[in-house]
């Protein structure tokens, strides 16, 4: 900027602000700093009028201070040394008659974040603490937690937190706020803020003086507080009963959040205060404020999530209107689902189906998905509202219905006929990766039940060479063959074609190692694969179906709340599968849920002796989060492990069958790709059930290897 | 809470203001923040908080700019948006508009306010009444006082300062109910609610001490008078002036007001009340040709009342030319920018029913882009009515010097979210 920062401009704003005639008339003066303040916000550099500014400072006009104040608070730190200048100055006028200009001179002091300014300012801080006006003792409480931070690791000064302790019963209500702010940043790490029984009656007294926000907050950090005796909790419920009527949202939710806490052990009173906020969330997921709505929307969920059908009475306030944000339709739609129940969804399923055919694609398919979500518990009415939409034929719709469909025929079999006899004539509406391969998936699996799916399996396999997925080409393969082994005639040739397409001029090598896999799988003869596929398919499914599943329910979140997703419960059925498999495993029933610390297994682990060691081949890293998710899903706890790719690796797992007897097991792999060694100790001795255990524990990680290597 | 920064951006991500409260956050960061926006608005996943690296960006949009509070720590989400849109609110207050010019012709002032708005990232001084006592437009009053400071600062009562003289003691009560509406492309009611506001303009002197009377259900249920002409309000909220104990104990609404305009409560009605204008449309589309359009609206309210500036917009194809109307009250105008038809009726009596007819042209090519279906939006606005039936009884003034002052209520009627959803 050669002209705003000119030196030309800086020459004339220096003589100008030296000039004892402008010096003499306040508005010229004023007029001049100002001129300065204007430069400086477009970004020119205007450090060289540092000692000129601070000398502007020292005049009677508040409004000049203030200006000049932004002046030296944006330089300072460019310029310690002139800074301290700036400090002499600012220090005289701490003890100005006048309120406003010592809260001025207060903060600018505090604001000014450059090293060395602790020393200057401590005396000003302890004389504005215990200064006659409100606002500079504000303005002193900040100050001192402002300091703090900028001294960085040095010892807090005990004196000054007894000071701001006191100043808790200050008259103003602002500065009682400050104290409790201020000394949460000073003891941070110490945990924050002490509130004890005084403190904390004392700040229940005080709420009603307190505006909005002093509130919230105030009702946050007696969230720390647990009350001694019962009647003393029913007395600060009590006091505090009318927060939940605030007309700020942000209150309501504060004092929500503090009725749980406290009622955590009265489930009674828990579930009345969830009641009587139904009105003032509802009313805030209706406000004016998208904003405001979207954040109450959330609470709604999370309150959903512990009370199923809390809202479903209101399910209409939570119909989209027009005109709103996507992010707050999605959100109306997650509530929707949630809410459904005998009576009403009828009406939501009809509101659900108009916002399928929205303009925008995300917004149609995330009311698919809406649908689908509702299809787990009432399937036939959903299948039939989701077959009507395929009739569209709209490349997004059909594609969306589609995955539901897979993750339906999956999730609620007895739908499975039902969507079989849709399926025909999607295929020529489908373009994208995703969609094809929900399709393929479902030709593939249920081929039987579709009379025509080898010929549209077929039509695939003609254009495999222009596809250009190759997760498409992945799903096309594993359908096809799973098709063969049930409709062998009509689909041997075409299989043929393929695999030779796979093995001999596809570039992607994931495709063709998987088209070499199963070619030579099939070169051992047709009942090999057959007895195989149920364990390569179930974890294939736990990948591919559940995962998209997942990640489809993610899409739609808000990032307010990061979603729990508990693998574990849409996991099990993959898994279960696998264990059923296995004959041993029925023998012994572990317990879910075993708390086990981590120095209780120490020392049982050194008590014990070892009562058996096994090694398993190991190929490739290890995935932890796969392994403790698979391992939680048969009640084994993981209790420590190594970081992934530590090496060598360990893990420390128990488990604890119904008789009470402990299984402590390690794990340890010293190198990739070499053995992985299991010892596991036992607490009785007990043959049988430790043989049933180490099969449990086998196929699992055996399940695991195979799935990632 | 602890918002670490505030941003004040145009539409083009540049920031206008920006206030650092802990200094952690530099004007760096906010140089992502409309890169992750637009990228967010592409993914169709925008929300209204944008994580960005080890930052969160809460933001807002007012008129054409963007206000953006940006927070390190897990803070109260609701809290920082009541606190931008409080910002927003006292801006408006001493710039008429907040708008990009009038931030960058007041920016003096704008970082004044922030300063007091807020330090150290905690709200401080929210309140614009007390803040225009000491933060002028001209500066020029706290010269001559030498800089005086807010004396409410002191106050028990934090929402009114001490001193206060009009010439003139009085106070406006306007009850205000909104109907929010929806109604199916079915003709069926979806959702029907009143949201009732009671707003007052006070004009008192001194310490005023006000209580004021409602036909509220529960109040005359306890002091066992008749309920039929009473009304049960819902989901009562208050000013934070409002006694809760007190109207807790036996409804009596008691405050001490702070002086000029405000919000003393909100309610709102659940009962179905029966939808006051009744709208119903046949939108027939002929492709490549014309859209014909018949609206018929029925006042179903009290036939003494009248429902003043109705507006009825009616969605039409944004293709659409030529258009051709035809009414029996009031007038329709195109309005192509919003793809509209605009009937306006300026009085529409209750009992009344009036048609419009309308014929647009197509052209014969088929726009590439779909249209979403927009629904009908009905605006209105009727005087000396509440849809509740809710009345102010009394509006008894108290303090201590005794003087008289008069209390003038105003009932309006008027459309919230009133929309008929077409085919």
């Known amino acids: 900027m050669p002209y705003l920062g000119g030196e030309e401009a800086l020459r004339e704003l220096r003589r100008a602000l030296s000039n004892p005639h402008v010096q003499a008339d306040p508005a010229r003066y004023r007029g001049a700093v100002l001129r300065v303040i204007r430069l400086m916000a477009q970004g020119a550099d205007v450090s060289g009028l540092f000692p000129e500014m601070v000398k502007a400072g020292a005049v009677a006009d508040v409004l000049q201070k203030k200006l000049v104040s932004f002046y030296v608070r944006a330089q300072a730190p460019r310029q310690p040394q002139l800074a301290l200048l700036a400090v002499n100055s600012l220090r005289k006028d701490c003890a100005h008659p006048s309120p406003a200009v010592r809260g001025l001179a207060l903060r600018t002091m505090c604001g000014l974040r450059m090293p060395g300014i602790q020393e200057y300012l401590q005396q000003p801080l302890v004389n504005g603490l215990r200064d006659k006006a409100s606002y500079v003792r504000r303005v002193a409480v900040l100050g001192c937690a402002k300091m703090v931070k900028l001294q960085g690791d040095c010892e807090v000064d005990g004196a000054l937190v007894n000071e701001l302790y006191s100043l808790l019963r200050d008259q103003d209500p602002i500065v009682v706020v400050n104290c409790l702010r201020a000394l949460e940043e000073i003891l941070k790490k110490e945990g924050g803020v002490v509130i004890n029984k005084p403190i904390a009656h004392h700040l229940l007294n005080r709420m009603p003086d307190l505006d909005q926000w002093g509130q ?494 | 809470m602890a918002a670490s920064a505030l941003f004040i951006l145009d539409l083009k991500g540049k920031p206008l203001i920006s206030r650092s409260y802990k200094g952690d956050v530099g004007l760096g960061d906010i140089e992502n923040f409309l890169g992750v926006l637009q990228q967010r608005e592409e993914e169709g996943t925008l929300t209204p908080v944008l994580p960005c690296g080890h930052l969160h960006f809460l933001w807002i949009k007012h008129a054409n700019l963007y206000l953006v509070a940006t927070t390190k720590k897990n803070g109260n989400a609701s809290l920082v948006f009541s606190f931008l849109y409080k910002v927003v609110e006292v801006f408006c207050e001493y710039f008429k508009e907040l708008e990009e010019e009038s931030v960058r012709d007041n920016f003096v002032i704008v970082y004044e306010l922030l300063d007091e708005l807020m330090d150290f990232g905690f709200p401080q001084t929210t309140d614009s009444k007390i803040l225009q006592e000491y933060i002028t437009q001209e500066g020029k009053r706290l010269e001559a006082g030498g800089g005086r400071v807010p004396s409410t600062v002191t106050n028990a009562v934090s929402w009114r300062s001490e001193g206060i003289c009009h010439k003139k003691n009085e106070v406006f009560i306007d009850v205000v109910e909104a109907v929010n509406l929806l109604v199916s492309a079915s003709g069926s009611v979806v959702l029907s609610e009143v949201l009732g506001t009671i707003r007052l303009k006070v004009f008192l002197s001194g310490m005023p001490e006000l209580r004021l009377g409602l036909n509220d259900r529960v109040l005359f249920e306890l002091t066992g008078r008749g309920t039929n002409k009473s009304v049960e309000l819902e989901d009562v909220k208050f000013h934070q002036c409002v006694r809760l104990s007190r109207f807790d104990s036996d409804r009596t609404i008691s405050f001490i007001p702070p002086d000029g305009d405000f919000e003393l409560m909100s309610y709102r009605l659940h009962t179905q009340v029966k939808p006051l204008i009744w709208i119903e449309s046949i939108i027939e589309k002929f492709s490549h040709s014309r859209v014909e359009i018949l609206v018929k609206a029925k006042g179903q309210f009290k036939k003494q009342s009248v429902a003043n500036g109705v507006e009825i917009s009616v969605p039409v194809p944004g293709d659409a030319d030529s258009p051709k109307f035809k009414t029996t009250a009031g007038s329709a105008r195109y309005l192509p920018e919003r793809s509209a038809l605009l009937w306006s009726i300026k009085t529409f009596p209750g009992g009344k029913e009036h048609l419009l007819r309308a014929r647009f042209g197509l052209p014969s090519v088929r726009a590439e882009e779909e249209e979403g279906r927009p629904p009908i939006a009905v605006r209105f606005e009727i005087p000396y009515f509440t849809v509740s039936g809710l009345q102010v009884r009394y509006m008894k003034i108290i303090e201590k010097s005794g003087y008289q002052a008069l209390p003038w209520v105003r009932y309006i009627t008027q459309s919230g979210d009133y929309q008929i959803r077409t085919s």
């Not at chain 1, 199963?518 to 596929?533: A, F, H, K």
């Not at chain 1, 932890?624 to 060598?648: F, N």
Request: glycine residues 4%; hydrophobic residues 40%.
């Open chain 1, 216 to 709: 919230s907050e105030v009702l946050t950090f007696l969230l720390r507080y647990k009350p001694r005796s019962e009647d003393e909790l029913f007395d600060i419920l009590n006091l505090l009963d009318g927060y939940l009527k605030s007309s700020s949202p942000s209150v309501v939710m504060a004092a929500t959040k503090l009725f749980l806490v406290l009622a955590r052990e009265y489930p009674d009173v828990q579930a009345d205060v969830l009641v009587r906020v139904k009105g003032p969330l509802l009313s805030a997921c209706t406000s004016e404020s998208r904003e405001l709505c979207f954040t109450a929307l959330c609470h709604v969920r999370q309150i959903l999530r512990s009370l199923p059908g809390h809202f479903s009475s209101h399910y209409k306030k939570f119909f989209c209107s027009y005109s709103e944000p996507h992010y707050i339709k999605c959100q109306k739609m997650e509530v929707l689902c949630e809410l459904v129940n005998d009576e009403n969804v009828q009406q939501v399923l009809e509101e659900l189906k108009g916002y399928c055919t929205d303009v925008s694609e995300e917004l149609a398919q995330g009311a698919i998905f809406a649908i689908a979500n509702i299809a787990r518990t009432y399937t036939e009415q959903c299948v039939g509202i989701l077959t009507e939409l395929l009739g569209l034929q709209q490349e997004h719709i059909t594609s969306a219905v589609v995955r539901t469909f897979r993750d339906l025929a999956w999730l609620c079999p007895q739908c499975t006929d039902a969507v079989c006899q849709a399926l025909p004539g999607c295929e020529d509406t489908i373009q994208d990766s995703e969609g094809k391969q929900a399709l393929i998936w479902l030709l593939g699996t249920h081929g039987e039940k579709i009379p025509n799916a080898p010929y549209v399996l077929e039509d695939f396999v003609e254009n495999v060479k222009s596809e250009s997925f190759p997760a498409v080409k992945m799903e096309l393969l594993t359908a096809l063959l799973r098709l063969f082994l049930a409709r062998p005639a009509e689909c041997q040739d075409m299989l043929g074609r393929l695999l030779y397409y796979c093995i001999e001029e596809e570039q992607d090598m994931a495709v063709r190692d998987r088209g070499l896999f199963y070619y030579r799988l099939l070169q051992s003869g047709v009942e090999e694969p057959s007895s195989i596929q149920w364990a390569l398919w179930s974890w294939e499914l736990h990948l591919t179906s559940v995962c998209a599943f997942i990640s489809e329910s993610l899409v739609s979140e808000g990032n307010k709340e990061v979603p729990e997703v508990h693998p574990d419960t849409l996991m099990s059925e993959g898994n279960k599968e696998l264990l059923k498999a296995h004959p041993d495993a029925g023998s012994l029933s572990l317990i879910p849920d075993v708390s086990l610390t981590a120095e209780q297994f120490e020392k049982t682990w050194l008590s014990l002796d070892t009562s058996c060691q096994l090694s398993l081949p190991w190929c490739g890293p290890v995935h932890a989060d796969t392994i403790q998710t698979a391992l939680r899903v048969v009640h084994i706890q993981t209790i420590a492990m190594s970081k992934a790719g530590a090496q060598p690796w360990k893990a420390y797992l128990s488990a604890q069958d119904d008789s009470g007897c402990l299984f402590l097991t390690e794990l340890l792999l010293e190198a990739a790709d070499s053995e992985l060694q299991v010892s596991v100790k036992q607490t009785e001795a007990k043959p049988e059930a430790l043989q049933s255990f180490i099969s449990a524990l086998r196929t699992v990680l055996e399940a695991v290897a195979g799935l990632e290597s």
